[in-house]
């Protein structure tokens, strides 16, 4: 028996005691490790689930006390994380399907076939195992909040949270290395938010975002009169950081010349800003980060060996999504849930079919490539479960229906309405724009509207159009 499934409770909810004793006798067969429950009426299932945890609920769709439908959206609410799986008659489909969109796991069919209805509930025991497991092993390394957006079940990533929590207690200089979308920035945020500094804000530098003339200016600060420009008193992101912590994100890319002042920055705990005479200490913990091989260019003389050992105190590596492949499924689910919310939508859901395509996928991108494909999907998918279909939308190839009373393109050499022809490209542009500004501004919803100049919530509204029906944009 698998160890996942060990200790788990499945709950078993019909008004037929008759259906209820043989599925109970029929299940404990096959899941000997699993405490098997159940309750003949509704307030009955409530209290067991309020009690005591249950992992998986099978329940009948039609039950005389209360609504199936009913029933799912109070069990949901006692327990966010339930898996619940709705039992109907074949004439009933349509109804068990409206209740997935309301956040049944799925649905099986009376009369039972056997071997669906076990890999279903294997199934369901597994994922609830997984996302058991993963609110614990949050629980237990530290603060939820401070490790929300690093979530995984995987050995890669069970070790990543382990070392997140570890290296958080010391005030050691940490060099975080890691290919391009795997998260390297969340990581001093949570080591950030797990020490001893939470208590004042992490400054992060994006070095190459910042030309080299300025850069020395912007980490050290610099008087008035320092240079052509200066004119007035800048306080550096050093200072800025005292008593904090300071991200240099993809140390990689700073340059030689700053290197050096870095370095002694480093070495002394004390910075001199551009035109002062004498320099001043300052307590603030370095983290650093970068995708490039520092080995490599250290050899090609365009990074400084000593600066390498100073910044390389405790290292930690974030893993490519190719090794946390198992996280995928979480990962999503996770994505998608932050994605409604920023749009102020209705939860979404992939199907099993997308969800298998994306396990399928390279991902060279790695957890931000996924991150910004189910942003994308959540936006344009019509409906509340995103299929295969909606993985790659483009604007500019992807068909969708048309608006009400326009038609779709015109034949060749027809003249078509004005109107009908401006509301088609409107659309057009509409869908590329703001795919194009999510792209960009990462998700962030803030971000977006004020690059947009849009209110936020003028910008929350468009979003909701778009991902309805074509029909309402």
Known sequence: MNQNLMAQRLLIVDDEEDMLKGLKRSLAFDFQEVEILTASRTPEALDLVQKEPVDVVLTDIRM???????????????????????????????????????????????????????????????????????????????????????????????????????????????????????????????????????????????????????????????KKGAFTGADADQKGLFDEADGSSLLLDEIGDIPVSIQTKLLRALQEQEIKPLGTARPHRVDVRIMASTNQDLEQKIRARRFREDLFYRLNVVAIRTPALADIREDIPLLVTHFTQMACQEMGISLKRFSPESMEALMQRPWPGNVRELQNLVRRAVVFSAESIIQPGDLDFDPETTPRPALPGVKGEPPPGEVEPYKVAKERTVTRFTLRYFSDLLEKTGGNITRAAELSGLSRVALQKIMRRLSGPPESI
């Open 64 to 222: 005389p006390d209360m609504d199936g439908l009913d029933l799912l959206e109070r069990l949901l609410k006692i327990d966010p994380w339930l898996t619940v799986i709705m039992m109907t008659a074949y004439g009933s489909i349509e109804q068990a399907v409206e209740a997935m969109k309301r956040g049944a796991y799925d649905f099986v069919t009376k009369p039972f076939d056997k071997e669906a209805l076990l890999r279903t509930l294997r199934k369901a025991l597994e994922r609830n195992s997984l996302i058991r497991e993963n609110l614990t092993l949050q629980q237990r390394v530290g603060e939820k909040a401070a490790l929300k957006n690093l979530v995984g079940q995987s050995p890669p990533m069970r070790r990543l949270l382990e070392t997140i929590h570890a290296i958080a207690r010391t005030g050691y200089t940490v060099l975080i290395r890691g290919e391009s979308g795997t998260g390297k920035e969340l990581v001093a945020r949570a080591i950030h938010e797990l020490s001893t500094r939470r208590n004042r804000a992490l400054v992060t530098v994006n070095c190459p975002a910042i030309p080299e003339h300025l850069l020395e200016s912007e980490l050290f600060g610099h």
